[in-house]
Nanobody
Framework: VQLVESGGGLVQAGGSLRLSCAAS???????MGWYRQAPGKQREWVAS???????GYSTSVKGRFTISGDNAKNTVYLQMNSLKPEDTAVYYC?????????WGQGTQVTVSS
């Protein structure tokens, strides 16, 4: 089982980044999504998408972030626009399938002011 994330980095406030997460070895994925954890804070849910295309967003990112997915590739994307310094965190991909929830290793997103 693997969740491979990519696309993190350093960006100035107001900029954009696109995260990707490719899943392999997970049977019957029914949803994928993203969490994040900032230094000294608890991990928080960011966005998710079901295999049917239904999406959900936390209030802190709604209107700025867009989640999308490619079922054929078991891949989820997170387009992040209008980034703010408070978006700085390690972003984790998750996948929910027939078994337990799986987590990626995390990718750092740093937004400078």
């Amino acid at each position: 089982v693997q969740l491979v994330e990519s696309g993190g980095g350093l960006v100035q406030a107001g900029g954009s980044l696109r995260l990707s997460c490719a899943a392999s070895g997970i049977f019957s994925i029914n949803a994928m999504g993203w969490y994040r954890q900032a230094p000294g804070k608890q991990r928080e849910w960011v966005a998710s998408i079901s295999s049917g295309g239904s999406t959900g967003y936390s209030t802190s990112v709604k209107g700025r972030f867009t989640i999308s997915g490619d079922n054929a590739k078991n891949t989820v994307y997170l387009q992040m626009n209008s980034l703010k310094p408070e978006d700085t965190a390690v972003y984790y991909c998750i996948a929910d399938g027939a078994g337990p929830r799986y987590w990626g290793q995390g990718t750092q997103v740093t937004v400078s002011s």
